[in-house]
């Protein structure tokens, strides 16, 4: 069964800092693999997706992720924080036209 | 391009009642799915419209059903409302041709049930 794990709930950064955020994936299969964020009372944004044609995805804002099959791995990115990138994201693994979410990081920028 | 509509964007329901919350995709989308968001649960699957047939479906109560029209927009209801259904409801659309397509979302619709 295909399912992501997103390993930390809260992250807090100072601005300016890189981000990290951590997600790993279960899927018997090469998984289709994106990146969301949601603001604030606002629905979810794409961020990146990953389909197999690069292991290192360019997003939008500045975010990349990496696909590491090895290590069942892909995590978000970010060499420098800035004060709008605090939100809510969400690890997603697309099968059979649904998406199965993680749990969702919360991400905090200290000014 | 227009981006996903969702009406209303917030609904004030008592226990008992029904609702039903509408989605319009981006034009030329054929295929609309629908997620419940609570803090306690997170993000879930409810269903999946595609020319204007359920093609996939979540572990969720018969209560929750879902059409979908000639036009692709697509309506979600729910019957005799429980406490626990209060959540933001979204809405997704995309062309619904394989696993590696982008789903668009919309802004949700925030039911609160009293």
């Known amino acids: 069964a295909q399912s992501v794990t997103q390993l930390d709930s809260h992250v807090s950064v100072s601005e300016g800092t890189p981000v990290l955020l951590r997600c790993n994936y279960s899927?018997?299969?090469?998984?289709?693999l994106f990146w969301y964020v949601q603001h604030p009372n606002k629905g979810l944004q794409l961020l990146l997706k990953y389909t197999s044609a690069a292991t290192l995805v360019k997003g939008i804002n500045g975010f990349e992720a990496e696909f590491k099959k090895s290590e069942t791995s892909f995590h978000l990115t970010k060499p420098s924080a800035h004060m709008s990138d605090a939100a809510e994201y969400f690890c997603v693994v697309s099968r059979t036209y649904k998406y199965i979410f993680g749990t969702g990081t919360r991400l905090k920028v200290l000014a | 391009k227009a981006g996903v509509t969702q009406t209303p964007r917030y609904l004030i329901k008592t226990r008992g009642q029904q609702v039903t919350l509408s989605c319009s995709p981006i034009s030329g989308h054929r295929s609309v799915s629908w997620y419940q968001q609570t803090p306690g649960q997170g993000l879930q699957f409810l269903f999946e419209?595609?020319?204007?047939?359920?093609?996939n479906k979540g572990n969720f109560p018969g209560r929750f059903s879902g059409r979908q029209f000639s036009n692709s927009r697509s309506e979600m209801n729910v019957s005799t409302l429980e406490l626990g259904d209060s959540a933001l409801y979204l809405c997704?659309?995309?062309?619904?041709?394989?696993?590696?397509?982008?789903?668009?979302f919309g802004p949700g619709t925030r039911l609160l049930v009293l």
């Open positions: 419209y595609f020319s204007e047939t359920q093609r």
């Open positions: 997704a659309s995309s062309h619904g041709t394989g696993d590696q397509e982008t789903q668009y």
């Open positions: 899927s018997s299969y090469s998984p289709s």
